[in-house]
């Protein structure tokens, strides 16, 4: 480590010179470290070849399906489960970013999803009467839970947690236009988005106004 005697401050580099104040540093000289790109390229060959399996699979599917049952197209479901795989898998096994921003792109992914996976399979209703509810459900909880567990950083999930409690309305819309046919099932999200909008109103401080400004440039 090198130490700079002006800054009392410690630093891992190769250099000479403080990086703060610009005077001499004192100590043993560090290796530079590089990253290895071997490992970058194996990544890349690793993801190339399951995305040829994942296109191979599918063009399996669908010639089985057309030889053997022609009259339920169940190749449809598999494809939707990769290109949903594809999507959002390396959305949550990216490094860094916010969790508040995985756990909404997670719920809209599988809304989405539950919803072309009915659709597909001749619409029953029971993506928008059970399933999606339970998505949102689970969405709002998880942001709760997130903001819980961070509270002295709230202001970095306040816009998460507003979005999906107004996702969290969209089944009872989906009752009120009779697209769905559950009342219960619908109600239950929105009364944990309502309580998520009041803890929000009740408890939230001037960092969350602040945040809110930032993000829209009011």
Known sequence: MKHCESCRIDFATPVEICPVCGGPLSGQNEKPVYPVLGFRRRYHLVRRILLFCSILTVAICVFVNLAVMPHFWWWLIVATSFIYTWTALPHILRTGGNAGGK??????????????????????????????????????????????????????????????????????VFYWIDFSRVFWAAAVPAVMALASLTALALFGDRSIKNEFLKRFRF
Do not use: K
Request: aromatic letters at 10%; proline letters at 3%; one cysteine or more.
């Open 103 to 172: 756990i909404l792109m997670q719920v809209v992914c599988m809304g989405a999803l539950v919803m072309l996976l009915d659709a597909e399979t001749g619409w029953r209703g029971w993506s928008v009467d059970f399933v999606l509810p339970i998505i949102l459900c689970i969405g709002i909880a998880a942001i709760m839970v997130v903001v819980l567990c961070n509270l002295t950083h709230w202001a970095r999930y306040v816009l998460y947690q507003v979005v999906l409690a107004l996702l969290g309305f969209l089944p009872l």
